[in-house]
């Protein structure tokens, strides 16, 4: 009986133990939800941030993208800016540079245009005139026609005396062109006669030009050169010459003035009345 007492005091103080064991796990267990409970309820907002963060992350980064490809784009255009910009200043300087090239072509057309109507009044004025010519005329060049008269030598308003002095520059012009070829045929010759001045023209004719060859002998001459001017004697001095090639007569009746010849140059000289 005893027995039973004890024993049943010891059963009922082994479920009071598990009782408290078993509330005190409970309260653990609740108190472990509630904390659980508590944090899933903290991090939810986390969570929403964290996608928020995300989401502005992702609209950043395509904002980011629109802009690097707008820059791209601005720089291509800017590029291209450039390059028309470029282009537009080259044809700019292309049309002034053919603007002022037409007006050059303009103003030297109208210079030409008097140059050769000069030449042409001139040419009438000599065929109307032959006393004016002379033989070397052949040996002038275009240029020498063209430029025979003044700038107050035009059409339609050349005086006389506008063609008294074209015609002089040109005989000028046609004496001094043929000295040139008569100057060359007394280097020929002297080169194959060892240096020797020629006695007689006749001497010098096979040096010439088929087309010089009769001027030479029939209005040329040989010339001492103790005619010239003393300054013009110690330039013939200084050529190691005392002879010179000159027109028999002046190529213009009015004027006194002729040209000496020596191998290498010529000067101008007045002969004696």
């Known amino acids: 009986m005893a027995m039973t007492t004890l024993n049943k005091t010891l059963i009922t103080a082994t479920v009071a133990v598990l009782a408290g064991v078993g509330i005190y796990e409970a309260r653990q267990a609740a108190n472990a939800r509630a904390q659980v409970q508590k944090l899933e309820e903290q991090q939810t907002p986390l969570t929403e941030q964290i996608r928020q963060l995300q989401l502005d992350r992702n609209n950043l980064a395509s904002k980011l993208d629109a802009l690097r490809g707008d820059n791209e784009r601005l720089n291509r255009n800017t590029g291209e800016l450039l390059k028309l910009r470029s282009e537009i200043g080259r044809l700019r300087t292309v049309a002034r540079d053919s603007q002022q090239a037409s007006t050059a072509q303009s103003s030297a057309d109208a210079a030409a245009g008097q140059w050769v109507a000069r030449a042409n009044l001139l040419r009438q004025y000599v065929e ?130 002729r040209l000496a010849n020596f191998i290498d140059t010529c000067a101008t000289w007045e002969s004696p009345p």
């Open 128 to 257: 109307q005139n032959p006393t004016e010519r002379i033989p070397e005329f052949q040996f002038v060049t275009d240029h020498d026609w063209f430029t025979a008269g003044d700038g107050s030598f035009e059409a339609g308003s050349a005086t006389k005396d506008d063609y008294r002095r074209a015609l002089e520059s040109l005989r000028f012009q046609a004496e001094s062109r043929f000295g040139e070829l008569v100057r060359t045929a007394l280097y020929k010759y002297r080169s194959a006669n060892n240096g020797q001045f020629q006695n007689q023209l006749s001497d010098l004719q096979r040096f010439c030009e088929p087309a010089a060859r009769e001027i030479v002998l029939q209005l040329y001459e040989i010339r001492s050169a103790d005619v010239l001017p003393e300054d013009l004697l110690k330039y013939a001095g200084h050529l190691k010459t005392d002879q010179f090639i000159t027109r028999k007569e002046p190529v213009n009746a009015k004027s006194t003035a």
